[in-house]
């Protein structure tokens, strides 16, 4: 089989430092803020993650696409990333069940990459430097390439949950069984829903600047914040709805910004992180049990641990042992919890799934 012959493509960080390699995906120029992934597979989950929103993705494993896309393995309806970094880029793929390779779902959705440069050298590289905005382009080169950097916002004080959240509510599952649950949709992954509905809920998904008078119209026994992308330190709009929720007594439950927003709703801080969290193997101690459990990770902010620490309303249940990060919060005197982490786990791990059984029973227990 003959592939066709890809053009040169620059990749352009912020502090000037540059790589080039050959363009993949669509051909093309696209900027964001440059993070990097350690998870050895679930490409297309990644990179369909609204959390991911901004910003380009370095996968550390070295092969990618070797595997194709499939249309059950999407975590929304297309690619959310801003560009695509990685070493060495398969056209083929030997998985029976995929649908097309990953350069066809790539060109598709319209998503821009680079692929045959030092991801190992690029990872250290953002290791050191931090987390900054980066542009991959076939296209320019020189002043015009850092103009076209230079136009793209940092992600510090961007928000960015209206841009991906849902246009409007719509519900799942059953409504004859279970429970129902309104979903604060900041930037959802479809396989967070899919874990309350195996579990009987019945859920409606409200978009991002819903008001709490709107959702509990619908009479939810629960409340569920979602994972998104942005900083929440400018989502006044979500802390507030939160605030409301918990003042009513609802059991609530948050995931990644949930957690960051739930903590926010009762005053305690929130931080940009260095260079974040991101992959399938962070290892984190549920305080409660005393257990380790391997987590899936997609963060670049994070609850203040000194912030937790000092408050009168939430304590620490989960942490980083990493890094001794707060992983996951409970409020010590509402129905209302949260994890950092994603224990969904698409991809990554099953440890953590207990956490939706955990909500559930807090609904059982206050109905």
């Given amino acids: 089989m003959k592939y066709p012959t890809r053009k040169k493509a620059t990749l352009l960080l912020e502090d000037g430092t540059t790589f080039t390699g050959h363009s993949i995906g669509k051909e093309g120029t696209s900027g964001g803020e440059i993070c990097f992934n350690t998870g050895m597979t679930g490409y297309q989950e990644i990179y369909t993650d ?5 910003q380009i993705i370095v996968n550390t494993t070295s092969h990618i696409g070797n595997y194709g896309a499939m249309e059950q393995e999407v975590e929304s309806d297309n690619p959310t990333i801003k560009g695509l970094v990685v070493n060495d880029f398969s056209q083929i793929y030997s998985r029976d069940l995929a649908n097309e390779s990953l350069q066809e779902f790539l060109e598709r959705n319209n998503t821009v990459g680079i692929a045959g440069v030092d991801t190992r050298k690029i990872v250290r590289h953002i290791r050191t430097k931090g987390a900054m905005n980066a542009i991959i382009s076939s296209e320019l ?10 136009k793209v916002p940092s ?9 991906v959240t849902t246009k409007e509510a719509y519900e799942l599952g059953a409504d004859n069984k279970g429970f129902k649950v309104a979903v604060l949709d900041l930037g959802i992954k479809k396989s967070i829903l ?19 008078e709107e959702m509990e119209k619908w009479s939810p026994d629960g409340y569920f914040i979602s994972n998104g992308p942005g900083d929440p330190s400018v989502m006044d709009y979500a802390s507030n709805t939160v605030s ?3 003042d009513k007594n609802k059991p609530t439950f948050g995931i990644c ?15 940009k992180m260095h260079h974040g969290h991101r992959g399938l193997n962070h290892p984190v101690k549920n305080l409660k049990t005393g257990y380790s459990e391997i987590t899936s990770q997609n963060h670049g902010f994070a609850v203040d641990m000194k912030a937790l620490e000092q408050s009168d309303k939430a304590e620490l249940t989960h942490i980083d042992l990493n890094h001794d990060t707060v ?41």
């Fill in 50 to 54: 609204p959390s991911y929103y901004g």
């Fill in 141 to 150: 080169e020189g002043d015009a390439l850092k103009a076209e950097l230079d």
């Fill in 155 to 163: 992600m510090e004080a961007l928000e960015l949950s209206t841009v």
């Fill in 194 to 212: 899919k874990n309350l509905v195996d579990r009987d809920c019945y859920c409606k998904v409200f978009p991002a600047q819903t008001s709490f």
């Fill in 244 to 246: 409301e929720i918990l």
């Fill in 257 to 271: 910004m949930g957690s960051q927003i739930l903590a926010k709703a009762v005053g305690i801080a929130t931080y």
């Fill in 327 to 367: 992983e996951g919060l409970r409020l010590k005197d509402k129905p209302a919890f949260a994890v950092q982490y994603h224990p969904e786990s698409s991809p990554g791990p099953n440890d953590s799934t207990y956490l939706f059984d955990d909500f559930i029973q807090l609904i059982k227990e206050n109905k």
